[in-house]
């Protein structure tokens, strides 16, 4: 039986998870479902609800577990396992592959460059894979080292995984206005990297955050505070509950004012559905990207980070 790939013209998304209605919505009809993952004819389009999307699907044919490993290792070293079904058969392939650094590393810390590949089993000798996915982790999911004692929420831990897939993060001196801040966990983790932090909220601070180096706490409404007002940042960020449009013309009056050089904002949707129109306004600001993060609910992450594009 040959182990050569059979590539498809198709693309394979994998949806966040709880969000696989949102991703139908988002999609034309899949030519196949496999668990969480969706086949869908002709190259891989722009979808925001996913975790991963395999770029460049090939099926597989193969007799036995140590042929399925060597055709994908002759490939790349890295693999990521997705059972759908024969499952026990997809751990022994998985570990018949190199071992995925399973270890959570501390931020901060740099994406992967190596490609991280994903692959399923379709029948007993049938494997759906790609070497080539959008996700530098296996199976989308982000592991770090969780500090459960210096933030005041977990919400810190959306922050590290942003600032990881932006590739850059504010240096010790550098200025950022967190919006939304209480009761602490970006400022917290902000500080942590010895910004100057301008922390806004209706709400206050935890006190341990509060009195963190470098954090300034300004009772506010965020959206009526003008640029002016706070003068220019490095790094602007948002993690304020609001209806997406407003956030999109608050973030608007920033660029235009030329004060802030790098964003960071959460797109929180309201209620079950989520605003597409918003969402591609955000997407068409040039330079920027939508990604729906491993620690993100019902909310996207939208990122303007000059330092990404190239
Ligand atoms: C999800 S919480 C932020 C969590 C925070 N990032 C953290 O790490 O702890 C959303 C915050 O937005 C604040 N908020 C809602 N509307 C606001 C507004 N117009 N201006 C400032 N803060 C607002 C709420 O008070 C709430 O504290």
Redesign the pocket.
Known sequence: MSTDPRFLDAACYHAAPGFMQHLEGELPAPYRRDGDLLTVMGPARAAYWTRNVWIRPFTLEFDSISDAARALRGMQRNWAPYPTRLARRTTLIAEALPPLSGKPRSFPFDAPSAPMGAFTLLDERTMLASAACSSPWPNGEFAFVEDKEG???R??RK?WEALVMAGSRPSPGQRCL???????????ALAGLGAEVVA????PLDDSVAKLPGVTFLK????TLKPGDIGPVDWLFS????YPPALFDWVTMWIESGMARNFICTVKMQGKEWDRPTVEHFASIRGSRILHLWHNKHELTWMLVPAMEG
């Open positions: 933030p005041p929420s919400a810190y922050l967190d919006a939304g801040a209480s009761p602490g966990g970006w400022t917290w806004v909220d209706r709400a506010h409404n965020a959206f993690d304020v509950i609001c």
